[in-house]
């Protein structure tokens, strides 16, 4: 069964700063992974996704992921945060291939842009 | 364009009473469809899904059931609702028959009292 790690609870940045928010996965094959955003009582937005190609991933809002395979990694990063960008981030993964509709969903990653 | 409604946004239910939460996509055919449960404003729980008209995968044993009456139209409901069912349900769909990004509704936040 695959699974999601965001080992980060929260990351707090400074406005302008560099941001990443780390994202590890297991799963059997290659992986389909994914971004999304959710703001409060809100639904999750997708930012991002990789499912082959280019390691690094450009999305919504400035937002772009690396996908390292040696790491099982795919970290979020944006080159400056805006105070906007607050919120809650989650990683997912799939197995992938046909039949394979569902998503793992990471605990989630809060994160606060200090002014 | 795609989009996806969900109602009610807000309920407050009596513990043992009935439950019965809507979803509905425009602008597309035959999506995959998905309920989730996010408890505390964190993990998100996959509930059901369906890929066809009265096709319905759990996920989880539970006090909940969903059914799809029409293609873009997917439905949870509960008998008797259970202290531990409250929380922000989420709908989503997705195209295709393999793996895409899912498109989420705007949530139902579910208090059991």
């Known amino acids: 069964a695959q699974s999601v790690a965001q080992p980060e609870d929260q990351v707090n940045v400074a406005e302008g700063n560099p941001l990443t928010v780390k994202c590890t996965y297991s799963v059997s094959g290659n992986p389909y992974l994914f971004w999304y955003v959710q703001y409060p009582n809100r639904g999750l937005q997708f930012l991002l996704k990789y499912i082959t190609g280019d390691n690094l991933v450009k999305g919504s809002y400035g937002f772009e992921a690396e996908f390292n395979k040696s790491q099982t990694s795919f970290h979020l990063k944006k080159p400056s945060a805006l105070v906007s960008d607050s919120a809650l981030y989650f990683c997912a993964v799939s197995p992938g291939g046909a039949g394979s509709y569902q998503l793992t969903f990471g605990k989630g990653t809060k994160l606060s842009v200090i002014p | 364009s795609q989009t996806i409604h969900q109602w009610p946004a807000t309920l407050v239910q009596p513990v043992g009473s009935p439950l019965s939460l809507e979803c509905t996509v425009e602008g597309t055919s035959n999506p995959n469809l998905y309920w989730y449960r996010q408890a505390a404003g964190r993990g998100l729980q996959l509930l059901f899904y369906?890929?066809?008209?009265?096709?319905i995968s759990s996920e989880v044993p539970q006090n909940l059931s969903a059914s799809r009456p029409q293609d873009r139209q997917f439905i949870l409901s509960s008998k008797k609702l259970l202290l531990s069912d409250s929380g922000f349900y989420l709908c989503a769909w997705s195209a295709g028959q393999e793996v895409n990004e899912q498109y989420f509704g705007p949530g139902t936040r579910l208090t059991v009292t």
């Open positions: 369906s890929v066809g008209i009265g096709q």
